[in-house]
């Protein structure tokens, strides 16, 4: 089983740039899809992105598009999210979670691991 730490998380103004990243213990970090969930105070926690096993599978929530990329190193047990032109609505607390498949997983019920969280404040 895999064990996920976030960290990158912090404040930052509109327009800026954030880069998350989930790192993972174990040997097999390369037989899991990773997921990164946002979830703003008083809301449900949605998907914001999704990357399979070796990269070749990714998604992006809508909401995100063309500003968010994620991408993994598997030799270094890393996923990132690159965060760009970063606006208030993208406030919230950020978590990564695992899943072993060869596929993708959007839905947040799908995934077996979690890890705690991290937050990230974007001022207007």
């Known amino acids: 089983q895999v064990q996920l730490v976030e960290s990158g998380g912090g404040l930052v103004q509109a327009g800026g740039s954030l880069r998350l990243s989930c790192a993972a213990s174990?040997?097999?970090?390369?037989?899991?899809?990773i997921g990164w969930f946002r979830q703003a105070s008083g809301q449900e926690q949605n998907s914001i992105a999704a990357i399979s096993w070796d990269g070749g599978k990714i998604y992006y929530a809508d909401s995100v598009k063309g500003r968010f990329t994620i991408s993994r190193d598997n030799s270094q047990n890393t996923v990132y999210l690159q965060m760009n032109s970063l606006n208030p609505e993208d406030t919230g607390g950020y978590y990564c979670?695992?899943?072993?498949?060869?596929?993708?997983?959007?839905?947040?019920?799908?995934?077996?691991?979690w890890g705690q969280g991290i937050q990230v404040t974007v001022s207007p």
């Open positions: 979670a695992a899943v072993r498949t060869k596929n993708i997983k959007v839905r947040s019920t799908t995934y077996a691991r």
């Open positions: 174990g040997r097999t970090f390369s037989s899991y899809a």
